[in-house]
């Protein structure tokens, strides 16, 4: 249904098998998490390696739904950016000069560049000096090669490396190294609280049989 919602847009078909890409990875990680917690291998390990094993779970999980809810963002966010830049050549630029000229207080002049004719001179000015300055005609579809440039953008930034990966997997196993660092501690502090009982019980039966 994704594929024939977005029938004829090149670069969010590429967004979408990236993701996809992605999910499959994250999913087949999650599945042998699941098989190494149900098979024999961590019957020999102790408790703190298995419980590193869920964090583990659980973070790939929200790692995958934290992916989908970025690329449905940023598919959103590009999307309303073209139809706005369409809205702003709509624009007549007497009007957008009008608006301009009728604010006299230099306050309400920043003001007004939050608005939408202000954000339309904005994005004219820079359609003006990006063709100027790169000798194009003055037919040229900036808010057309804008779109293309976000959208390569998007491309490169769901491009997910390996390193991220091995950063994960370095995470994981740090959480599990402390949870059995805290553990090793706990139980070496009970061993001397229970040294000392015992040491404390012994000397006070020592004392007694003396007298």
Same mark, same amino acid.
């Given at each position: 249904? %994704?594929?024939?919602?977005?029938? !004829?847009?090149?670069?969010?078909?590429?967004?979408?098998?990236? *993701?996809?890409?992605? $999910?499959? %990875? $994250?999913? $087949? %990680?999650?599945?042998?998490?699941?098989?190494? &917690?149900?098979?024999?291998?961590?019957?020999?390990?102790?408790?703190?390696?298995?419980?590193?094993?869920?964090?583990?779970?659980?973070? %790939?999980?929200?790692? !995958?739904?934290?992916?989908?809810?970025?690329?449905?963002?940023?598919?959103?966010?590009?999307?309303?950016?073209?139809?706005?830049?369409?809205?702003?050549?709509?624009?007549?630029? &007497?009007?957008?000069? !009008?608006?301009?000229?009728?604010?006299?207080?230099?306050?309400?002049?920043?003001?007004? !560049?939050?608005?939408?004719?202000?954000?339309?001179?904005?994005?004219?000015?820079?359609?003006? @000096?990006?063709?100027?300055?790169?000798?194009?005609?003055?037919?040229?579809?900036?808010?057309?090669? *804008?779109?293309?440039?976000? $959208?390569?953008?998007?491309?490169? @930034?769901?491009?997910?490396?390996?390193?991220?990966?091995?950063?994960?997997?370095?995470?994981?196993?740090?959480?599990?190294?402390?949870?059995?660092?805290?553990?090793?501690?706990?139980?070496?502090?009970?061993?001397? &609280?229970?040294?000392?009982?015992?040491?404390?019980?012994?000397? &006070?039966?020592?004392?007694?049989?003396?007298?």
């Amino acid at each position: 249904w %994704i594929e024939w919602a977005l029938h !004829g847009k090149e670069h969010f078909l590429v967004i979408v098998n990236k *993701v996809y890409k992605e $999910l499959m %990875i $994250l999913g $087949l %990680i999650s599945f042998l998490l699941f098989c190494s &917690e149900q098979g024999p291998l961590l019957d020999d390990l102790d408790h703190s390696w298995i419980i590193s094993f869920e964090f583990a779970h659980i973070l %790939i999980f929200f790692v !995958g739904v934290s992916f989908c809810l970025f690329s449905i963002i940023i598919c959103v966010l590009v999307s309303r950016g073209r139809r706005s830049w369409d809205a702003y050549e709509r624009y007549d630029i &007497e009007e957008l000069m !009008g608006y301009f000229a009728g604010k006299k207080h230099r306050a309400l002049k920043f003001l007004s !560049g939050f608005t939408p004719k202000g954000q339309a001179v904005q994005f004219r000015l820079l359609k003006h @000096v990006f063709i100027r300055s790169h000798k194009l005609p003055p037919e040229f579809h900036f808010q057309e090669y *804008v779109h293309n440039v976000m $959208l390569n953008n998007v491309d490169q @930034v769901l491009d997910v490396e390996w390193t991220s990966w091995l950063a994960v997997a370095l995470f994981t196993l740090a959480g599990a190294l402390l949870n059995q660092l805290y553990e090793w501690q706990d139980d070496h502090d009970s061993s001397e &609280e229970s040294t000392h009982y015992y040491s404390s019980t012994s000397t &006070e039966e020592s004392t007694h049989h003396r007298w």
